[in-house]
């Protein structure tokens, strides 16, 4: 595991603390693998608090929906699939943004966290999942990529960790 040295003295001490401890995180997640049949992926979860039907069009079958999930700017997307409209902490849904602790390596070594922290907060490609038991997710199938954009700083260091089992 590479040492964490300190990021740049823009943040302030409790951003540099839980970037630390993010850091940290992510080192320890193992690399995604197949394991009998199912995708282990670590990934940066984002739960959506609000899922709200925008458009349909009936001549593509396709739905617009705006979707805001935690510590991402709210989204539109077109999907085939319908999704439960709603809000609150019930939606069974999550933005996901896939990792790979190896990412750690293509880090400048001279600033670490500094470089760690912005590059997760650059817009990505997500991964739309169901969940279906308390690890166990399924994709749902987008016909376009997901591009999500963090708010700010503080959702990139409060952001939650963890290894899904996708069916």
């Given at each position: 595991?590479q ?9 302030n001490?409790?951003d ?8 940290n995180?992510?080192?320890r ?19 959506l ?10 001549a ?32 069974p ?51 376009c ?20 089992e996708?069916?």
């Amino acid at each position: 595991m590479q040492s964490v040295p300190s990021g740049p003295s823009t943040h302030n001490n409790a951003d540099l603390e839980k970037g630390r401890e993010l850091y940290n995180t992510l080192a320890r997640l193992s690399s995604p693998r197949f394991v009998a049949g199912r995708l282990e992926l670590p990934c940066i979860v984002h739960r959506l608090t609000k899922v709200k039907l925008l458009e349909t069009a009936s001549a593509t079958s396709y739905r617009e929906y705006e979707l805001v999930a935690s510590g991402l700017v709210p989204l539109k997307l077109k999907l085939s699939s319908r999704l439960q409209e709603g809000s609150g902490a019930g939606l069974p849904y999550v933005l996901v943004r896939p990792w790979s602790p190896k990412l750690l390596d293509l880090l400048s070594h001279d600033n670490a966290l500094g470089s760690l922290l912005e590059w997760l907060s650059q817009p990505f490609n997500a991964l739309l999942l169901h969940s279906l038991l308390h690890t166990e997710y399924k994709r749902i199938v987008s016909d376009c990529p997901i591009r999500a954009n963090v708010k700010d700083l503080v959702s990139v260091v409060n952001s939650e960790c963890r290894i899904l089992e996708i069916v």
